[in-house]
């Protein structure tokens, strides 16, 4: 009779708490997301699962000496899963678009408002005593506004571990809701006239130009903020290795394999910190909210700057454009090509769109240098 | 620290983080064109280079010109072998 009471006593359903069963429904509802609504199933999946397995009563996935937990030591306490994925992401990108016309870097700059707009929006949030929040928190729920995964997480792990659950949850989430919040705001910021506005064909960016611009951007990353430098290092790296092409078998097995095998285990990571403990709590609605925020007025703040520019220099510029400078690669350049289509069937912004894109993750892992140099430790 | 602190950190942030973004790609603005500029100009006396990479000049021609001879070895080596053969079977009938 002992042993089936011991027995009894280990099982879940006598060791579950309401705040475990609700984060369990919580990882499900991720999976659903992600599974039935198609929301970035790389990495809700395995976020909405390690969630789950967190959860778990009694199994201790995600305490100290439980997998999840041995994960998250490993992969993203000490930075290095944000990192390999970004050099992954270097290797995936084609800076061509940004060469052909350099000044849609402004644009990726622009976008970066949001960022900072959220983070003094926390910042005044705190101050009227609706939240607590640090700056060093502030600042991690801004880098949302830069609408870019391994960012996100890379600095919320340096300034704000106990929220990373939530920023990582809402940062993907968003990401993948960039169809539908984009649109709305571009539209009310543009006129019909503006957006029918065709751009001149790109010119031809040669290997050697490829080759010399991650190095240049580099050693502009080393002389004035090594902060950027671990992101940004990574990115160029992985960049330089697809565009020199004498070391392809590298870059295939880094924009393919390795970045797959992180994803996974990053996913199943940030899973870990989806504990009832930090994530019940009313800061994560404010992180969902003020995340909101932060991709609304990098959106507008995007289109906002292309209008200007388009005063300013002589090559016509669609604003539409503008929006894509919230990096969300390649989602935000495809909303802008939409938007550009629906008001005239023959003007394909694509290409265009994505300077701003590629530009936006340079001007969000900036911005992520800024944000761990003042409000760090 | 204290909440009027918090403010004002926060403010100072946003200012000094938003106008380092925008001095950075600026100067990166600056420092791609040049480095367009001179590029262009170096490959209208050079060429461009392919785009699948740098071939390895030496060991490909060597490589045909091998490959080549050994072509032509073959060829007389056939003659030779067919011509003793030829020879071989029409004795030993």
């Known amino acids: 009779m002992d042993k089936l009471i011991h027995l009894w006593e280990v099982t879940g359903i006598n060791q579950m708490t309401p705040g475990q069963g609700v984060m369990i429904l919580i990882g499900m509802l991720l999976l659903y997301l992600a599974i039935k609504k198609n929301f970035e199933p790389l990495l809700l999946v395995p976020i909405g699962f390690g969630g789950v397995l967190a959860n778990i009563p009694g199994a201790g996935l995600a305490e100290a000496g439980g997998i999840l937990h041995i994960f998250y030591t490993v992969g993203i306490e000490s930075g290095a899963f944000p990192l390999i994925i970004f050099m992954g992401v270097g290797a995936m990108t084609d800076f061509g678009p940004l060469l052909a016309n350099p000044k849609t870097l402004f644009l990726g700059a622009a976008a970066q408002f949001g960022i900072f707009a959220t983070l003094m929006g926390a910042v005044v949030l705190s101050y009227l005593g609706v939240f607590d929040f640090s700056l060093a928190d502030a600042a991690a729920i801004g880098i949302i506004g830069g609408a870019d995964g391994p960012t996100s997480i890379y600095v919320a792990s340096k300034l704000a571990p106990e929220l990373l659950g939530a920023i990582a949850v809402a940062s993907y989430s968003y990401m993948a809701l960039v169809p539908l919040i984009q649109p709305p705001i571009m539209r009310a910021l543009t006129s019909e006239s503006e957006r029918k506005i065709k751009m001149v064909q790109q010119r031809h960016v040669s290997q050697r130009e490829k080759i010399v611009f991650p190095l240049l951007l580099l050693i502009l990353v080393a002389f004035l903020l090594p902060d950027a430098a671990p992101l940004l290092g990574m990115f160029c790296f992985g960049n330089l290795m697809k565009e020199c092409a004498v070391v392809d078998r590298l870059s295939n097995t880094t924009q393919n394999s390795l970045i797959n095998t992180v994803t996974i285990f990053l996913g199943l990571a940030v899973g870990s910190k989806l504990s009832a403990d930090s994530f019940l709590d009313m800061a994560t609605l404010g992180i969902l909210v003020l995340g909101m925020v932060a991709f609304a007025i990098g959106t507008a703040s995007g289109v906002i700057m292309a209008k200007i520019l388009n005063k300013l220099v002589k090559a016509p510029i669609n604003p539409l454009i503008g929006s894509a400078g919230v990096s969300a690669v390649p989602m935000a350049a495809r909303v802008s090509n939409k938007l550009g289509l629906e008001s005239d069937p023959h003007n394909f912004l694509l290409m265009h769109a994505m300077g701003p894109n590629v530009a936006g993750v340079i001007g969000s892992a900036v911005a992520a240098g800024i944000l761990i140099n003042y409000a760090g430790v | ?93």
């Not at chain 2, 620290?1 to 100067?27: I, Q, Y």
């Not at chain 2, 060429?47 to 080549?68: H, K, N, Y």
């Not at chain 2, 030779?80 to 079977?89: P, Q, Y």
């Open chain 2, 1 to 93: 620290m204290t909440t009027s602190n918090l403010m004002s950190e926060g403010l100072n942030l946003m200012l000094v983080g938003m106008g380092f973004v925008f001095v950075f790609l600026t100067l990166l603005v600056f420092a791609t064109s040049l480095m367009s500029k001179i590029i262009t100009r170096y490959e209208k006396d050079v060429g461009t280079l392919p785009e699948e990479g740098i071939p390895a000049p030496t060991a490909v021609i060597s490589q045909a010109m091998s490959s080549r001879q050994h072509a032509n070895d073959d060829k007389n080596l056939i003659t030779v072998l067919s011509a003793a053969i030829h020879k071989f079977r029409s004795r030993h009938k």
